[in-house]
């Protein structure tokens, strides 16, 4: 009797767990009223934006995502061209969603005609960017986030749909930092690949790799090229780059060069109650502002013997010689309602030299 006991309560238990998932499907659209393929669709947890799941849309522009937890959740389709559509749901998606041109870009009429081409392989998807809206993204770092199935997350960093972090390869050489997707010119790739299966050659835990290749299109002679990004925060920051290059015939010699200031602010706030022969309460405000200098400097060289072997080498130096953080902590305790005591704690770090 006991045994049955057991088996009916981890049936109901099973039961339970399966209905408690959730189900959120439905259908992107454009203004004119036709599907849109390949849309990015990610269900982020509130209120920390974490994926808990995602879907490219179909030839039909449906997409279905399955949550094993109850919402509510945010919902979040992009696609190249137009504007992020994102809002909060508990339940399934019944209505078209309809996604709106960015006026950033272009109208909907070019959007149209000059759309990245995609191209399904065994192994993944192959995303056309020269002479399409991609190439005017500005860095390879943003064509990549504008992929249909990758996510470029709040802190810089890739996720592929249900593959994690992908690895990243640049006309076959791997990418060690996601800096150099910041100084590739979009106009200078030709198209991305993304592989969603990829083979032993990559090591049993890559879930994907995203494979650049440029437009290598390259006139012989020398090219400089300027970047320059200014920010704020609560300052104003900046990130300039000089990029330089030679070519002739298959070989390339190349130089970079990059200033960046950062400035990072957080606040945070924390209280305290105890209770013993009276109520006592502990506030505690902290704010910490930080100032970080770096410098980046590369240099080069890529020689291609033909279409599938090359061999090169680069030497990279980093340094961050003026970074500083300072901590401002104020701690408030009370006795009932009345301020008993109060007190500020400052902490300095950074370089002494």
């Given at each position: 009797?006991?045994?049955?006991?057991?088996?009916?309560?981890a049936?109901?238990l099973m039961?339970?767990?399966?209905s408690?998932a959730?189900?959120?499907?439905?259908?992107?659209?454009?203004?004119n009223q036709?599907?849109?393929?390949?849309?990015?669709v990610?269900l982020?947890?509130?209120?920390?934006?974490a994926?808990?799941?995602g879907?490219?849309?179909?030839?039909?522009?449906?997409?279905?995502i399955?949550?094993?937890?109850?919402?509510?959740?945010?919902?979040?389709?992009?696609f190249?061209g137009?504007?992020?559509?994102v809002?909060r749901?508990?339940?399934s998606?019944e209505?078209?969603?309809?996604?709106?041109?960015?006026?950033?870009?272009?109208?909907?009429?070019?959007?149209t005609q000059?759309?990245?081409?995609?191209?399904?392989?065994n192994?993944g998807?192959?995303?056309?960017?020269e002479n399409?809206?991609?190439?005017?993204?500005g860095?390879?770092?943003?064509?990549?986030?504008?992929l249909?199935?990758v996510?470029k997350?709040?802190?810089?960093?890739?996720?592929v749909?249900g593959?994690?972090?992908?690895?990243?390869?640049i006309?076959?050489?791997k990418?060690?930092n996601?800096?150099?997707l910041?100084?590739?010119?979009?106009?200078n790739?030709?198209?991305?690949?993304l592989?969603?299966?990829?083979?032993?050659?990559?090591?049993?835990?890559v879930?994907?790799?995203?494979k650049l290749?440029t437009?290598?299109?390259k006139?012989?002679g020398?090219g400089v090229g300027?970047?320059?990004v200014?920010?704020?925060a609560?300052?104003?920051?900046n990130?300039?780059?000089?990029n330089?290059?030679?070519?002739?015939?298959?070989?390339?010699?190349?130089?970079?060069?990059?200033y960046?200031?950062?400035?990072?602010k957080?606040?945070?706030e924390s209280?305290?109650?105890?209770?013993?022969?009276?109520?006592?309460?502990?506030?505690?405000?902290?704010?910490?502002?930080?100032?970080?200098?770096?410098?980046?400097?590369?240099?080069?060289?890529?020689?291609e013997?033909?279409e599938k072997?090359?061999?090169?080498?680069?030497?990279?130096?980093?340094s961050?010689?003026r970074?500083?953080?300072?901590?401002?902590?104020?701690?408030e305790?009370?006795?009932?309602q009345?301020l008993?005591d109060?007190?500020?704690?400052?902490?300095?770090?950074?370089?002494?030299?």
């Open positions: 009797m006991k045994t049955n006991y057991i088996l009916l309560f049936l109901m039961v339970s767990l399966k408690s959730q189900i959120f499907s439905g259908r992107v659209i454009g203004e036709l599907p849109v393929e390949y849309a990015t990610a982020l947890s509130v209120p920390d934006s994926l808990v799941g879907a490219v849309t179909d030839s039909k522009g449906v997409f279905k399955t949550a094993q937890d109850a919402g509510p959740y945010l919902l979040s389709v992009s190249v137009y504007k992020k559509f809002q749901v508990a339940s998606v209505e078209n969603i309809t996604l709106i041109p960015d006026d950033l870009m272009l109208d909907e009429v070019v959007i000059r759309l990245p081409q995609f191209r399904l392989d192994g998807l192959t995303t056309k960017v399409t809206i991609l190439s005017k993204a860095t390879a770092m943003n064509v990549v986030g504008l249909p199935g996510l997350k709040q802190d810089g960093t890739l996720e749909l593959k994690g972090v992908p690895l990243i390869y006309n076959n050489r990418v060690r996601l800096d150099e910041d100084r590739l010119n979009s106009e790739i030709k198209q991305v690949e592989i969603t299966n990829p083979g032993a050659e990559y090591g049993a835990s879930g994907a790799v995203l290749k437009t290598g299109n006139n012989d020398f300027v970047r320059s200014v920010d704020y609560h300052k104003v920051g990130n300039d780059q000089i330089m290059e030679y070519h002739r015939k298959g070989l390339d010699v190349f130089g970079a060069f990059q960046r200031l950062e400035h990072l957080e606040t945070g209280v305290q109650d105890t209770y013993v022969d009276a109520s006592w309460q502990q506030k505690a405000q902290t704010t910490d502002l930080g100032r970080n200098i770096s410098y980046f400097s590369q240099i080069g060289f890529n020689y013997i033909n072997h090359s061999l090169g080498a680069t030497y990279e130096l980093t961050a010689p970074n500083k953080m300072n901590n401002d902590n104020r701690t305790v009370y006795d009932g009345a008993y109060v007190w500020n704690t400052y902490t300095f770090a950074g370089q002494t030299h």
